[in-house]
């Protein structure tokens, strides 16, 4: 694909360090609302149970494949439009659709409406991350990139650590259906900010070059890159470990409550510190010695993220075999903290591996993989593994059915060191 030349200064009074600085702030509290919106459902899982009568496996699916599904699938399209189009206005709309859709969910009367609700906030989320991976990719060279889609990433855990103690509290004093409708109303606000604040950049700006006319099909995107095997392994293991990270999120609300009688407010407090803090250090920290260790040796771009997911596995143990939800939420730490390294370097390499127009169905195809195997499979089959336990152990059914969905966490780590293996040799070749 034919490439030219850009002049440098033709974009540097208005692409300063302070407007990408700014563009990229920006971005990430667009990431937060997308996280707050996609999981404040989780810490409001037991009392819609309670009050809609619902199972496990009915809850696991608006969790999990209701939203997956759309998200991922709509996101290709979009990733296309944003391809060749203006990826501003692109999340400005979609972050519209998704804040409009999760206030409507506390309308919600039975499943149904609640399953209606939750493809509509899909829909509207599938057009906020290849946009936006995208966008930060033309901002920032790629000896920064894994360092800046980290930065980015730390919408999921301000998103879930925000989304946890409001829901959580609001559902306290003022129920379910509130804790959605307060939530989802300034996310219309934000739209506007992005919409008249933010500047599109040129693509290619970050490396000086500018992409040619002619864009890439879909398949033509996802055929370039099976033939990477370091992309294969590396999204592969990026689902499974997403996998693990959506069952936990999803569904470690409902066993604190469960197995040590937590009410809502005081899960949501404890989760949301842990996975907002130790899970937003982890995703930095990742991403930061992806790049140090990667610049060495690229190699360790990919196993950083081998190491991090085998410490993770034993110390998963004493999160669901403790007797005191003290004892759980301290083994919590660690496993979340770690789990989070593959976010930025993932998606780093992704944006690395592909030509300037390829980038932002490249983010798609990726978050395609991760979202139906991880956001669709995880909560899920949680929820049904707990159902099929339920007969024998209870209420204590979900205790186990996330240990048995910790161990999927080796998988993942073999599927890292595999990709890792050939991600040099991958980025060697002619993009």
């Not at 399953?115 to 991976?133: D, K, M």
């Not at 730390?154 to 409708?181: C, D, H, K, S, T």
């Not at 592909?354 to 990726?366: E, F, G, I, K, S």
């Not at 978050?367 to 995880?378: D, E, K, P, Q």
Request: aromatic share 12%; net charge neutral; with cysteine.
């Amino acid at each position: 694909m034919a490439m030219t030349e850009t002049d440098p200064l033709e974009t540097q009074s208005v692409f300063s360090p302070a407007m990408r600085r700014y563009a990229l702030s920006v971005l990430v509290v667009v990431y937060t609302f997308n996280f707050i919106d996609r999981q404040i459902l989780s810490i409001l899982l037991e009392p819609i149970k309670q009050d809609l009568g619902l199972s496990d496996t009915a809850l696991g699916m608006l969790t999990g494949f209701a939203f997956a599904l759309f998200y991922a699938t709509l996101g290709i399209p979009i990733a296309r439009l944003a391809d060749r189009g203006n990826r501003r206005n692109l999340i400005a709309i979609a972050l519209t659709v998704w804040s409009a859709m999760t206030a409507v969910s506390g309308l919600a009367q039975n499943f149904w409406h609640l399953l209606i609700a939750r493809i509509g906030v899909g829909v509207g989320e599938a057009g906020c991350s290849p946009p936006a991976h995208s966008m930060i990719a033309d901002y920032f060279p790629s000896e920064n990139r894994a360092t800046a889609l980290g930065i980015y990433a730390l919408g999921i855990p301000f998103g879930i650590l925000f989304g946890f103690i409001a829901g959580g509290w609001l559902n306290e004093f003022f129920g379910w259906r509130v804790a959605f409708f307060v939530v989802g109303v300034p996310g219309l606000l934000l739209a506007i900010l992005v919409r008249f604040s933010l500047r599109e950049p040129p693509r290619g700006m970050a490396e000086g070059r500018t992409a040619a006319e002619a864009q890439p099909g879909v398949l033509e995107t996802f055929r370039f890159l099976w033939t990477k095997k370091s992309f294969r392994h590396m999204a592969i293991g990026g689902g499974l470990t997403a996998f693990v990270g959506y069952g936990i999120v999803t569904w470690v609300p409902s066993f604190l409550i469960r197995s040590y009688g937590m009410g809502t407010g005081d899960a949501g407090t404890y989760l949301g510190l842990i996975l907002g803090i130790p899970g937003g250090i982890g995703i930095v920290l990742g991403g930061y010695l992806a790049d140090r260790f990667g610049a060495r040796d690229q190699r360790w771009y990919l196993w950083i993220v081998t190491v991090a997911l085998l410490i993770s596995v034993p110390i998963s143990f004493g999160i669901y075999l403790s007797d005191t939800a003290t004892a759980s939420l301290l083994f919590l730490i660690l496993p979340i903290l770690l789990g989070n390294f593959y976010q930025a370097t993932t998606f780093s390499q992704a944006q690395g591996l592909v030509p300037l127009r390829m980038r932002a169905v490249a983010a798609a195809v990726l978050l395609f993989i991760l979202n139906i195997i991880g956001l669709g499979a995880g909560p899920q089959m949680v929820g049904i593994v707990s159902d099929l336990l339920q007969p024998t152990y209870g209420d204590e059914s979900l205790r186990y059915a996330l240990l048995i969905l910790g161990l999927v966490n080796i998988w993942a780590a073999y599927h890292y060191f595999i990709a890792g293996r050939y991600l040099a040799q991958d980025l060697e070749k002619d993009n």
